[in-house]
C-alpha cells in the first residue's frame, strides 16, 4: 500500500467552514481551541487560512493571519495523524508563508516543532507556560466591571500597545462572540487593564489578560473567574512576567503545556510587562 505524494495535495484557502474541521484536530491535539474563536479569527484576515487536500479530503492545514503591512502570526500547523511523514506539512507551509510576503512571522510553537521552526528562521523570544486549575471562590472585585461596546475605541489602543501589531477587527469580534466575557479595569478616567475569559473544547480559558500592573491583572483575574468558581480554568502566560507567573500559582494553577514564541525578525516595541495572558496560541 502506498501512500500520497506531496504533489497529490492541492492546497486552498479556507472557509470558516472548513475551520470546523481544523478545530476538532486541534482539540485532539490537547490545545482546548475555544468554542466560538473562528469568526473572531476570520475577521482579522478571511485570505489567511489554508487548507490542503487530497481527493478533496482534509489531510493538512494552517494559518498565516496578516496584521498591517509588518506582521504576520502563523498557527494551526496541523496534518492528519496517519498522513503525517509525507511532506504534506511543509508543501501547506510554503504555500501559506507566502501570504505573509515580507512581513516579520510570529508564532507560539509547540515543543515537538520548535526546532523545524528555527531551520525556518524563527527564533526563539521567550516562553509560553499553560497554566491550568480550579477556578477559585471569589467575589468581583470593586473598580471592574463588564466591558461595554462603548469601551472598545479604548480597549482597541490599550490592546495596540500590548502587542506587535493592531488588530482592532479581532478584536471587536472577540469581545463580543459568543460565551465570550469582557472585564475591563480603570483608575479614574484611565484605562489600566482589560481580560477575557471564554468557554473552550476541555475547559475555560481566560486570554487576553493584559494590565499595568499586578494589583490590575489579579482584580481583573477575578473578576474573570468569580463566576466559574469550580470549573477549569487555563490561561498561557509568558514564562518572563514572573507577576503572572506568581498570580497563575497563587491561585492554585500548574503548568500544563509550553510553546514558543518565535519571530522571523523584529517586531515593533510593545508593552511585554503588561501581558500577564496570551490572548490566543492561535493568533497571538
Not at 476570520?42 to 498591517?68: C, H, K, L, M, W
Not at 477587527?169 to 484611565?190: N, S
Amino acid at each position: 500500500m502506498t501512500s500520497p505524494a506531496p504533489q497529490d495535495l492541492v492546497v486552498t484557502q479556507a472557509t470558516l467552514a472548513d475551520w470546523a474541521v481544523v478545530g476538532g484536530w486541534a482539540a485532539a491535539e490537547g490545545w482546548n481551541p475555544g468554542l466560538s474563536d473562528g469568526p473572531a479569527f476570520f475577521a482579522q484576515d478571511p485570505e489567511g487560512f489554508f487548507i490542503g487536500r487530497i481527493d478533496g479530503e482534509p489531510v493538512s492545514a494552517i494559518s498565516v493571519v496578516n496584521y498591517g503591512s509588518d506582521y504576520a502570526f502563523l498557527g494551526f500547523y496541523l496534518v492528519r495523524p496517519d498522513l503525517r511523514g509525507h511532506g504534506h506539512g511543509l508543501a501547506t507551509w510554503k504555500t501559506a508563508l507566502a501570504h505573509a510576503g515580507d512581513r516579520t512571522v510570529g508564532l507560539d510553537g509547540v515543543v515537538a516543532q520548535q526546532d523545524n521552526y528555527r531551520q525556518s528562521g524563527f527564533e526563539l523570544a521567550y516562553r509560553t507556560v499553560r497554566f491550568t486549575g480550579t477556578a477559585p471562590v471569589t467575589a468581583a472585585p470593586a473598580g471592574v466591571r463588564p466591558a461595554a461596546s462603548a469601551d472598545l475605541a479604548a480597549l482597541t489602543a490599550y490592546d495596540g500597545a500590548c502587542t506587535p501589531a493592531d488588530r482592532p477587527r479581532f478584536l471587536a469580534e472577540w469581545l463580543t462572540a459568543p460565551g465570550h466575557r469582557a472585564f475591563v479595569r480603570h483608575d479614574g478616567d484611565r484605562l489600566t487593564g482589560y481580560g477575557v475569559i471564554r468557554p473552550g473544547r476541555d475547559c475555560l480559558r481566560i486570554g487576553p489578560l493584559f494590565a499595568d500592573a499586578a494589583d490590575d491583572a489579579r482584580a481583573l483575574f477575578a473578576a474573570l473567574t468569580a463566576d466559574a468558581a469550580g470549573r477549569e480554568v487555563a490561561i498561557d502566560v509568558p514564562e518572563p512576567n514572573a507577576a503572572g507567573v506568581a498570580l497563575a500559582e497563587e491561585a492554585g494553577f500548574s503548568p500544563s503545556f509550553e510553546t514558543a514564541r518565535m519571530y522571523t525578525g523584529p517586531v515593533r516595541e510593545h508593552a511585554r510587562e503588561r501581558v500577564f495572558g496570551v490572548t490566543t496560541l492561535e493568533l497571538g
